[in-house]
């Protein structure tokens, strides 16, 4: 915490620093493991003659881009700032959330299309076989899934890898069903419309993920802060006559960083500017605080 008068306005800052998080793990695990099944999954499929499970090691493969991105970003994120980057890679993480998504977005529309030419060209397959690898797809999509279930509700980039595995794991398990009804009733388009359905749910589940991210690489604020609410708050505090130049923005996936002018004619002090940062922190979980407090309303801002 920083106080100073600086050309009659007082400046407060309130940067919280912390220790940089162990190395992440998961995503050397879940990409280990979903590369060594793509391989599998592309070699049973040519053995089965199934466009299925081609599509679906196509599509496992997009994953693994997706989880090299996520922890790519990840460990950017724990670099230090230098004097040109001054917040660092934080972003990286927004950024890899947003690629995450439009990568999903792309394989639907490869699986859409693969499933839409298979509606007119059916082609014979070995459900059992085909059953028994999309199993082995369910369990390892699965489990991958589970590395990052712990923090997907406060990382939007952990989020992404986790929607990422989970959709993986239901295009296995449709598979599975499709092949089952296959097996037993001969009907091959049963595949194809299965894959649809199973893309329309992907898309449901990724629609949320490719707007937040692209929201915080435009540096909207999280959706998780209310943004009149923190007006308010500030607009509420003792002395305040009014708030200007509130800007909340996320300098990576989850820090959420603020900055504001208040005009305050009896001025701040260290104590005021402290007390407001942590109060804010508390209420809003915005860490990184900078409010500038102003004695007297400025004329020439078109702003406010």
Known sequence: MHGHAHAGHDHGHDHAHHHPAPSDKRYTIAIALNLGFVIIEAA??????????????????????????????????????GEQRTYGFSKATVLAALANALVLVIACGGILWEATSRFFAPEATQPLFV????????????ATAMLFLAGRK?????????????????VSAAVIVAGAAIWLTRFNWIDPAISVSVVLLILWGTWGLLRESLDLALDAAPAHIDVPAVRQFLSAQAGVTAVHDLHIWAMGATKPALTAHLVRPDGGDDAFLATLSNQIAERFGIKHVTIQIERAARDDCTDC
């Open 131 to 142: 059953m028994a690898v999309a199993a082995i797809g369910v369990v390892i999509n699965g």
């Open 44 to 81: 049973a499929g040519f053995f089965a003659n199934s466009t299925a499970l081609l599509s679906d090691a196509a599509h496992n493969l997009s994953d693994v881009l997706g989880l090299a991105l996520a922890g790519g970003a990840a460990w950017l994120a724990k670099r230090q700032a």
């Open 154 to 170: 406060e990382d939007v980039n952990v989020r992404g890898a986790y929607l990422h595995m989970l959709a993986d794991a239901g």
